[in-house]
């Protein structure tokens, strides 16, 4: 045994260590064996050992327990020769797990003890009668093999239930390389389907791949290096194995030519090898019918005709052609699909399609269309409930590199601390399925912050950008420097180039990488400490801002692993997330910002400091800087924080055009959602007339804020859904439509007409009835007063109630309007002759809101 270490520790051979050992322990049973029948020639007969498990495979650890199986032909014969053997063995300082069994009693595969039976699945002789072997193997072990359906079944269970102790991956920081998804204990499980199998396996065997064998030899050195290095049955390469396993180049080649390497690329291609594995035993899962943890098949879905693949018994097969011709392996829109179909329904895409894909990255790269319609086919996969499962997959064939280089930087990367369980990509993929988790229906009796985030993701305007800024918050990790929060928004950058994203989507996906770690900061202060709320609440801006960084700070903290989001940590999520919604509407209109005779130099709330967004502004107006600076001068902060510095100098380059038309409008249309942007002088009715020309046309508000600045300027923005997709369908209508727009602001056109003439869209039943509330508040502002109304959702609703407002004489200061689910809460900051709200203006404009408000919900 010393001689073998030693060659070990010389060549770094797993394989040729365990086959030594192997035959030593072979020599040394018949040895004791034949001492034992010299000693009575009775017993040459009716007895025999047996190798069964790890031993039987040829494959006996340096710590492992040693598997013998005595085979009697007779209960109970030879008992006392056998014991000689056993204690012989343990003498030696063997570990010994031996069962004596009659032959007959092999044959049946027994549920209550499934370890046995499969243990048989690797009987080898090793010595004894050979006529009582011969009969064990010939007849007896072929009567085992015909259960297949028992045995798939427990070996089904058990895999099931080992891959759930671990997670169901093997991405773990230090992982269990026996019993970790893609470790040996998945590859003997593997091979056994093959024999379960037999002669009905058309498919190549796991041997005739080199790949395989490669990966098995690793992970066969990996394990006799730490039975060495812990002198124990111990497979888990936790960090200080690595280094040392890195140091000697365990697994990497066998000789005394060994390099020394990092751990960082060590642990790299321990995954790879890992992952080799991992895909074996699915392949011959999906062969033999045995089923492995995974998302249940949708039922009843139906893949779309021509689309150049099917979805057969839980698996998506390619099919050879696609409906013109084509190879759909090669053909990056059907590939897509593919994998939209996969992130759908929970269908797992079977072997020999991962290979042709695999095969064909070449020409999907040649063939990749950058842009919209590659973001539209993203975004399908992201927002599907089985979105992490899918990305796995894309992942470990090159897709999802393909698609988004950036994401090889985090592949299989390890970063040490003692919170992490899993690799930077994993982790990625644990934060998506717990964001899709929440989306489903909580269990009865779930905790009530379960519910409530539960209803925050249902809620919300857009979760592609949500989805996508998970997919790459943590990008910046493979990369050298102290902010990987900063470097991911830089690489992030880079992909929503590519895609061609619309400015105010990229805009929130930017920042909620940028700021994902503030939250989980904020919470190790004292969140009811009101200064602790607004400096977070200055990071975070908006209330989809907030929904979205909420909701990540959730999956983000429960992705590390599985006991990181304690209730008390989900509640106080919650408690921070509510108070700072309260603040953002209650802090907005005091927060203004004033330009400095310094270049690039702003004074928010008497401190002045440097702003990136201001000197990227005024590079961007260079000639007309003065202007610039008096054009910034007074908007609110949210302004700023809320807008990319080129939409600020598009806002400006407008006020430059007043004289030739004094409403300038900017118009852009979006799939889901558009907007339109107004910039000119205030003047009465402005916002009222801004909502009343949209509900003319038909369009339905989701959120809205208007700003105006020192000098008299207002910026009003809208997002809307188009109710009766008039601007989706005709095309030529979108210039129209911003004329008219433009002619109903200035009163050039009548709104009340058109309104006549709209038809109304058929209103669904609420999901919730909301109670109107109606709240005022002269403590957020000292120039203005605070209202904020609180209403059911209904179309209409944003022109009734800023209609009312306009009527009351009340100025519009800043409007934040916003929309959850069907709750509508709009936020204005009203001031009248140049001060907030006397009680009786209050008194007047309350009583004129809920007459407004219950005749819209009425109509």
């Known amino acids: 045994m010393v001689e073998i270490r030693r060659e070990f520790e010389r060549t770094g051979d797993g394989l040729a260590a365990l086959a030594a050992r192997t035959s030593l322990v072979d020599d ?26 790890g031993y039987g495979r040829g494959q006996l650890f340096p710590c492992s327990d040693v598997d013998l199986l005595v085979v009697l032909e007779k209960k109970d014969a030879a008992q006392e020769a056998v014991r000689r053997v056993s204690q012989a063995l343990w003498d030696c300082g063997l570990k010994l797990a ?3 069994r009659p032959a007959a009693e092999c044959e049946r595969f027994e549920a209550t003890n499934p370890e046995f039976g499969l243990s048989l699945l690797d009987f080898r002789a090793v010595c004894g009668d050979e006529r009582l072997l011969a009969k064990l193997q010939e007849k007896h072990l072929p009567r085992l093999l015909r259960q297949e359906k028992s045995i798939l079944a427990e070996l089904g269970s058990l895999t099931r239930e080992r891959h759930r102790k671990y997670g169901n991956t093997l991405f773990h920081l230090e992982p269990n390389i026996k019993d970790c998804p893609g470790g040996l204990r998945d590859a003997n499980v593997a091979e056994w389907l093959i024999r379960i199998a037999g002669v009905r396996r058309t498919a190549r065997t796991l041997e005739k791949s080199e790949e395989y064998r490669e990966a098995f030899a690793f992970l066969a050195s990996v394990r006799v290096f730490l039975h060495y290095r812990h002198e124990r049955d111990d497979n888990t390469l936790e960090w200080r194995s690595q280094d040392a396993a890195a140091e000697q180049g365990i697994g990497l080649s066998v000789g005394e030519g060994r390099r020394k390497v990092d751990a960082a690329y060590w642990m790299r291609v321990y995954f790879r090898h890992a992952r080799t594995i991992e895909r074996a035993l699915d392949r011959e899962a999906g062969l033999s019918g045995m089923k492995l943890e995974g998302a249940p098949l949708v039922k009843g879905f139906k893949v779309p005709a021509g689309s150049g693949f099917r979805v057969k018994d839980g698996r998506i097969e390619l099919l050879e052609k696609n409906a013109l011709g084509g190879d759909p392996a090669h053909e990056p829109e059907s590939v897509l699909a593919v994998f939209a179909v996969m992130a759908q329904s929970g269908a797992k895409l079977d072997p020999q399609s991962e290979e042709r894909i695999g095969e064909g990255i070449p020409l999907l790269s040649a063939h990749l269309e950058e842009g919209p319609r590659l973001w539209r086919s993203l975004s399908r996969i992201l927002t ?12 470990a064939i090159g897709v999802l590199e393909l698609i988004l280089p950036e994401f090889h930087g985090i592949d299989a990367l390890v970063i040490r601390d003692a919170y992490h369980r899993y690799t930077v990509d994993e982790h990625t993929f644990v934060l998506i399925d717990t964001l899709h988790a929440l989306e489903e229906e909580p269990q009865k009796g779930a905790p009530d912050w379960r519910v409530k985030f539960g209803s925050m993701i249902r809620e919300l305007q857009n979760p592609a950008l949500l989805y996508l800024a998970a997919l790459l918050h943590d990008t910046g ?6 902010d990987h929060a900063l470097e991911s928004a830089r ?37 009811f400490d009101a200064e602790t709320v607004r400096i977070f609440a200055s990071k975070v801006q908006t209330q989809e801002s907030l929904r979205m960084l909420t909701l990540f700070t959730y999956a ?34 005091e927060d203004r910002v004033h330009s400095t005779e310094s270049s690039g130099e702003i004074r928010v709330s008497g401190v002045r400091r440097k702003d990136a967004r201001v000197a990227r502004v005024m590079e961007l107006a260079r000639g007309y800087g003065q202007q610039a600076e008096l054009f910034l001068d007074g908007f609110p902060e949210r302004y700023l924080e809320t807008r990319s510095p080129e939409t600020i100098y598009r806002h400006f380059e407008m006020t430059r055009h007043f004289e030739s038309e004094p409403f300038q409008i900017a118009f852009r249309h979006g799939e889901n959602v558009s907007e339109i942007t107004l910039v000119t002088q205030d003047r009465p009715r402005l916002f009222s007339g801004m909502t009343a020309a949209l509900a003319a046309w038909g369009m339905n508000v989701v959120t809205a804020d208007a700003f105006a600045n020192d000098a008299g300027v207002v910026v009003d923005s809208f997002r809307f859904t188009d109710t009766f997709r008039t601007l989706e369908l005709n095309e030529s209508e979108r210039e129209r439509f911003v004329e008219s727009v433009r002619d109903l602001v200035a009163g050039r056109a009548s709104v009340e007409k058109m309104l006549s003439s709209r038809r109304r869209a058929k209103r669904r039943p609420p999901r919730l009835v909301v109670e109107t509330r109606i709240e005022f508040d002269d403590r957020a502002s000292t120039h203005s007063t605070l209202l904020q109304i609180v209403a059911q959702d209904v179309p209409g609703l944003l ?45 007047q404009l309350r009583e004129a809101l809920k007459e407004a408000i219950d005749i819209n919900a009425a109509v």
């Open 799 to 843: 022109r009734t109630v800023s209609s009312a407002i306009s009527a009351s004489g009340c100025n519009v200061e800043v409007a934040l309007v916003d929309t959850e689910g069907d709750v509508a809460i709009d936020v204005f900051y009203l001031s009248s002759a140049g001060g907030p709200l006397e009680p009786g203006q209050k008194n």
């Open 384 to 395: 599907a409930p089985f979105a992490g499962n899918a990305l796995r997959s894309m992942h």
């Open 556 to 589: 983000d903290i429960n992705a590390v692993h599985p006991d990181a989001l304690t209730p008390w940590k989900a509640e106080n999520l919650w408690r921070l997330s509510m108070a700072t919604a309260n603040q953002l509407d209650r802090s907005v209109d």
């Open 491 to 527: 690489m992030a950058q880079s992909v929503i180039d590519r895609l061609v994203m619309e400015p105010y989507d990229a805009g929130m996906v930017l920042r909620l990488i940028r700021n994902h770690l503030e939250m989980s900061a904020a919470l190790r202060r004292d969140i």
């Open 98 to 100: 031996m069962a004596t």
């Open 28 to 53: 040394l049973i018949s040895r004791l064996w034949s001492a034992e029948v010299a000693a009575d020639p009775k017993l040459a007969s009716g007895v025999a050992f047996g190798a069964v498990g």
């Open 477 to 482: 990790k493979g990369r050298a420097g102290d």
